[in-house]
């Protein structure tokens, strides 16, 4: 039976490509979206009708995030886009039945940030818009996703009682 999937189970996780330490999620990320566009082809003309060559697939990935006050993600992604360094980006589905205990469909790709920028409005939350510009072929596979990288900024119940040190 199919299932109708939910823009919130999408996530993206972000490093730094070189980097050792765990992949970190922006907080409160608002959106994002995948788009594929092929540029380029040549298309000739000959008495048997037209012959197109192929063009070459870009893929691109807009996001947007509410700035958080020490967000340590944003800052990379700030240093990222202005050293036009390199970041690890997956697209997580955390909707989808885990596999393996804590191993969710994934899609891993190389990144350069072409764009970011914040928009401070008087009556809004301040944001933060980017775009991600996918180098080479993205890859499918199953992350790991740790219980902080599926909350992020999501508390955890705490129960009435007394609470022990």
């Known amino acids: ?15 730094k490509l070189g980097d050792k330490a765990a992949a970190t999620r922006l907080a409160f990320q608002t959106e994002h979206s995948e788009e ?24 691109e990935i807009p996001f947007t995030s509410i700035c958080a006050r020490g967000d340590g993600t944003r800052e990379m992604l700030e240093e990222a886009q202005q050293e036009q360094l390199t970041l690890e980006v997956w ?44 180098q080479g072929i993205p890859q499918k596979g199953l992350a790991t996703l740790t219980e902080e990288q ?12 007394e609470v022990s040190q």
């Open 1 to 15: 039976m199919l299932e109708a999937m939910k823009g919130i189970d999408q996530i993206l996780l972000f490093r």
């Open 36 to 59: 594929s566009s092929i540029d380029g082809g040549d298309s000739t003309a000959t008495k048997d009708g037209p012959i197109t060559s192929p063009g070459t697939v870009t893929k």
């Open 91 to 134: 697209v997580i589905d955390k909707g989808a039945e885990a596999e393996e205990g804590n191993k969710y469909p994934a899609i891993y790709q190389h990144c350069k940030l072409s764009e970011l920028n914040k928009t401070s409005n008087a009556e809004d939350l301040m944001e933060l818009e980017g775009t991600l510009v996918v």
């Open 150 to 161: 599926k909350a992020v900024v999501q508390y955890k119940y705490v129960d009435t009682t």
